[in-house]
């Protein structure tokens, strides 16, 4: 009797993840398509660096202070004095728990860039960054939702509006964590530009819990007059992804 429950259970777990998949419309099938393609991140054209070794990171308002000092504020830094960013970089190396040396340097119209190597492990690679306050000056506090990001001070266009959200986005100066972008577009208005980028977020689950897919809009909008960069996120669909 026993086997025989086992059996309709089986059949019925299974009829209902097949009518999961048949339920699903053509849309959400290829949302899933994009979350578990490992080969895809942004669609053509989408504006992002090519990083060869290590990983950028951004200096902020916490990296920069001991452990005592920390304050529970999360702004990115800028600067257009190459030493003022070096000191934010060097200070930022002090209070981590690793050393990194630098080993070069360079500087961009976006940022000043320390390329640090860590002193026992030489794959151990930080691209210790600082932005460029003529660019771009953060206002994000990436401890509280995100509102306003930052004071644009780059020539005013349409394309280059779209080059700083796609740039902010691919670097994580955004800080949403949303891992992949399935569409992004920008429209130009009177008195504002606004950028459109959707995105999916992917929240694994462990072992016996399901993953979970969420897509959201994204409307990033620059006052022309101050050159003022505001986002509203909005979550529009969830989608049940593989089981665990």
């Known amino acids: 009797m026993k086997n025989h429950l086992f059996v309709i259970l089986t059949i019925v777990l299974f009829i209902s993840c097949d009518n999961d998949e048949i339920n699903r419309t053509d849309e959400e099938n290829r949302i899933l398509e994009l979350a578990y393609n490992i080969d895809y991140l942004y669609p053509e054209g989408f504006y992002q660096e090519l990083i060869y070794e290590g990983s950028a990171y951004y200096e902020n308002t916490v990296s920069i202070k001991p452990i005592s000092e920390r304050e529970h504020i999360w702004i990115e830094l800028c ?87 796609e740039y902010l986005w691919s670097c994580g100066s955004i800080g949403l964590g949303h891992s992949k972008v399935i569409e992004s577009q920008i429209k130009e208005f009177n008195s504002y530009y606004e950028q459109y980028i959707q995105s999916i977020k992917i929240v694994y689950g462990d072992w016996g819990i399901s993953d979970y897919i969420y897509v959201y809009d994204n409307y990033f909008k620059m006052n022309k007059p101050d050159s003022t960069l505001i986002l509203e996120t909005i979550k529009i669909i969830t989608i049940k992804g593989r089981d665990n």
């Open 79 to 165: 600067t257009n004095d190459k030493n003022e960013a070096l000191l934010w970089s060097n200070n930022s190396n002090e209070y981590s728990s690793v050393n990194r040396e630098i080993i070069s340097e360079r500087e961009t119209d976006k940022y000043f860039e320390f390329k640090r190597q860590n002193v026992e492990y030489e794959n151990d690679i930080l691209l210790s960054r600082i932005h460029k306050t003529s660019y771009f000056q953060p206002k994000l506090d990436k401890f509280k939702e995100p509102d306003t990001i930052g004071i644009y001070n780059g020539e005013l266009s349409k394309n280059s509006v779209n080059e700083l959200v």
